[in-house]
């Protein structure tokens, strides 16, 4: 396990190009206009099932787009997850595509802004009263947990953030991040397996867990183990906030044979299901408009 605390080396971490931060948190939420519809149900038995994967690949190897070059080196992650929040003027139609016809980069959006504004409202509620734990799960670079922080401006004595990684290659641009938005004291990465998060954070005890952009690579199993142990540290009357992934428009098939991305598909009902069977109880759910993420905040009950 390693841990970084993102107050120190600020000259250094300064030196680095702004990283994005949204104009504002009520930004309209996007829907998939009709002509993308239709276009999705001509184009996807060719993009799914007809043309040959080795074709596909090449004509979109060919776009000098950002984002698709990251999903062949990385598909799902937290870089592509940047990319699609950011959502910069396409450099060619394959790249347009990418970024804003695409339901999941659409979804994204909406869930990162969603999620933001839950989380806010979560951590007033509990500095009312004291000192905000929160705990990211599978959090690379913390965007959503660090944004929330921001737009309230809470300082390190009012809330604590530990991000959670099996990987730290985030770690790096989260620190960066942290630094920019002024709330570095308070956040401190952490790379380890958050199934046992007793381990990796022994002490600590959170009034919130933000599970959101990991979910959807877990087996039942996996999540079931992993909400368990986030279960046993929460302390009474915390929340979590996480989502499911269902698929309206049919893109996963897509996605496996071009990119090797494979998701879980779970929907609300899946998800309070076993939400509930780790001994949590729903206080609210929201679906996107694009319909892909449900996302679902539970309580652990006193």
């Known amino acids: 396990m390693s841990v970084i605390n993102s107050g120190s080396d600020t000259r250094e971490t300064l030196k680095q190009p702004e990283i994005w931060v949204p104009a504002d948190l009520n930004q309209p939420l996007e829907a998939m206009p009709l002509s993308l519809r239709i276009g999705g149900w001509v184009a996807n038995p060719y993009k799914n099932y007809l043309l040959p994967v080795t074709w596909l ?4 190897k060919s776009s000098q787009s950002e984002l698709l070059a990251e999903t062949f080196r990385r ?4 870089r592509t997850m940047e990319m699609m929040y950011r959502n910069r003027e396409p450099v060619d139609s394959l790249d347009r595509q990418a970024l804003q016809d695409n339901p ?14 839950k989380l806010m409202e979560l951590m007033r509620q509990y500095a009312e009263t004291e000192k905000v734990t929160v705990v990211g799960v599978g959090a690379g670079p913390g965007r959503h947990v660090q ?8 300082n390190a004595d009012q809330i604590a953030a530990y991000l959670i990684d099996l990987d730290d290659d985030a770690f790096e641009y989260g620190h960066h991040f942290s630094q920019q938005l002024g709330i570095a004291d ?23 867990v933000k599970l ?29 906030i996480t989502h499911g992934l269902v698929d309206p428009y049919n893109g996963s098939p897509f996605l496996k044979r071009v990119f090797g991305l494979q998701h879980v598909k779970r929907s609300a009902n ?9 001994g949590f109880r729903t206080l609210d759910q929201i679906t996107e408009p694009m319909q892909i993420y449900p996302v679902i905040t539970v309580v652990k009950d006193a």
């Open 104 to 117: 999941i980069a659409r979804a994204s959006r909406n869930r990162l802004q969603l999620v933001t504004q």
């Open 75 to 78: 598909p799902g992650g937290w």
């Open 147 to 154: 944004t929330a922080i921001s737009r309230l401006n809470f």
């Open 270 to 278: 899946d998800i309070k299901r076993l939400l509930e069977s780790a």
């Open 57 to 60: 690949q090449r004509l979109l």
């Open 212 to 240: 959101i952009g990991l979910v959807e690579y877990l087996d039942d199993a996996q999540f079931s183990e992993l909400l368990g142990a986030l279960h046993k540290v929460m302390l009474p009357g915390g929340t979590l």
């Open 186 to 208: 308070g956040i401190h990465f952490l790379q380890g397996d958050a199934r046992q998060i007793h381990k990796v954070l022994p002490e600590v005890k959170p009034h919130i």
